[in-house]
């Protein structure tokens, strides 16, 4: 039984070496490639060349940085400019003392919409259309990775202004610090000014817009007090024409008076009647002619009576109360457009205080001397780089050889 078992085991054996040495006569190549020794050969010529390779690619990554910075960056010069906003009669809040704090300046909030403005889409464009900003930056006299690329699109050009317009604000003083970065220390110059313009025009503009506004509804104001005054008194005017009285009232009260009067003499005659008549005959002269003073006073006093208060419009007294009643109106119409002759200049001085104007500290200067690229910094900021990644890939390559092994 054991003897069969020992057979076929040899014969097992030599059918593996027979199809390893058919293997070899077949395709040599492909039997040395899957011999252990050439897998393993492999490996540590990956791993050297992993280690050795890379070492010698941030070799020469390093020295084409030195090359581009030292020999083909093209020179950026920057011209620099601080301003703040200031209004006519501004106060400054730093005089405010504690009572400004936690509150939000009219400086502050000026500078920061000047700030939004100067790094917008619009100051991109207006500086193009002043000194063709866009055409500078895509000049073919510049290197191809510090221009902008020939023609870009708005979109681009609006990106690559923001990248070299750089705005600072100074939360303490809110000074505007301005860097205009060009290949071209004269146009950086022109660049810088006509960007000074464009913002002094910008916070002119607002400050007469906001200030126009308010004049405007105010100058309204008066102009519909003054219709509603000159109607009044053109209806008193008519009224006082139609009824030929200046005054109702002055006038009432004279025939107040008047009947007051009358009423006194009407009593005085009638005691000096009965007087009279204590000794006098009904038919004596002097008693007739007191009777007929006396009737014609009553009579004149109904008169003057049905005169101040009769049911018809021409009564005094309902003259009186219409006029009365166009006179108010006439006074409070006067009132009104006093009013509004008072507001409407209260808003022409506040208009003038918070008009706005551009108080330059640094007048744009000529750079004499290139600021960017830094190029010392920024070689040894990507070499730095590069070892880093050069190390953080052997440290991966040892810990998937150790896995593997």
């Known amino acids: 039984m054991l003897m069969p078992k020992n057979n076929e085991t ?31 050969a492999q490996k540590s010529v990956m791993y050297t060349w992993a280690k050795f390779g890379s070492f010698a690619l941030v070799i020469l990554a390093s020295l084409l940085l030195v090359i581009y910075y030292a020999l083909i960056a093209s020179p950026r010069y920057v011209s620099e400019a601080q301003f703040v906003v200031k209004e006519a009669g501004g106060q400054d809040s730093s005089l405010l003392g504690l009572s400004g704090l936690g509150a939000v ?23 193009d259309k002043a000194v063709s900003l866009k055409s500078h930056y ?43 970065q060009t290949f071209d220390p004269h146009y950086s110059l022109s660049v810088n000014q006509a960007l000074l313009t464009i913002s002094e025009k910008f916070i002119n503009d607002l400050g007469a817009k906001m200030a126009s506004e308010q004049m405007a509804y105010a100058q309204a104001e008066v102009e519909r007090s003054y219709a509603i005054l000159s ?39 009638e005691t000096e009647l009965k007087s009279l008549l204590a000794f006098m005959r009904n038919d004596a002269p002097e008693v007739k002619a007191k009777k007929i003073r006396v009737a014609s006073l009553k ?40 009013s509004a002759l008072a507001g409407l200049e209260t808003v022409r001085a506040e208009a003038y205080r918070k008009l706005k104007h551009l108080l330059i500290i640094e007048h744009p200067a000529l750079a004499e001397e290139e600021k960017y690229p830094r190029r010392v910094h920024s070689i040894l900021t990507w070499f ?15 810990i998937i050889k150790e896995h593997q092994e």
């Open 10 to 40: 040899e014969v097992v054996v030599k059918t593996a070496r027979q199809r390893k040495l058919e293997k070899l006569k077949r395709k040599p190549v492909q039997f040395v490639k899957d011999s252990t020794v050439y897998v393993k």
């Open 105 to 127: 300046s009219s400086g502050m909030r000026d500078a920061l919409i000047l700030q939004t403005f100067l790094q917008s889409r619009e100051m991109a464009v207006a500086l």
């Open 138 to 180: 895509e000049r073919d006299d510049w290197d191809a990775l510090s221009k902008l690329k020939t023609d870009s699109t708005v979109e681009e050009y609006v990106e690559f202004y923001k990248e070299h317009i750089q705005i600072i604000h100074n939360e303490l003083s809110d000074v505007l610090l301005v860097e205009v």
């Open 231 to 269: 109607k009044n008194q053109s209806e008193l005017i008519t009224f006082q024409d139609k009824f030929k009285l200046y005054s109702p009232e002055q006038q009432s009260n004279a025939l107040v008076t008047a009947i007051n009067g009358i009423e006194s003499a009407i009593i005085n005659e």
């Open 299 to 338: 009579e004149q006093l109904a008169q003057e009576k049905q005169r101040l208060t009769s049911d018809d419009q021409q009564s005094l007294n309902k003259i009186n109360v219409n006029f009365q009643e166009i006179k108010l109106n006439t006074e409070l119409a006067s009132d009104l457009y006093k």
């Open 384 to 398: 730095i780089v590069l070892l880093l990644s050069y190390f953080i890939g052997r440290l991966i390559l040892s």
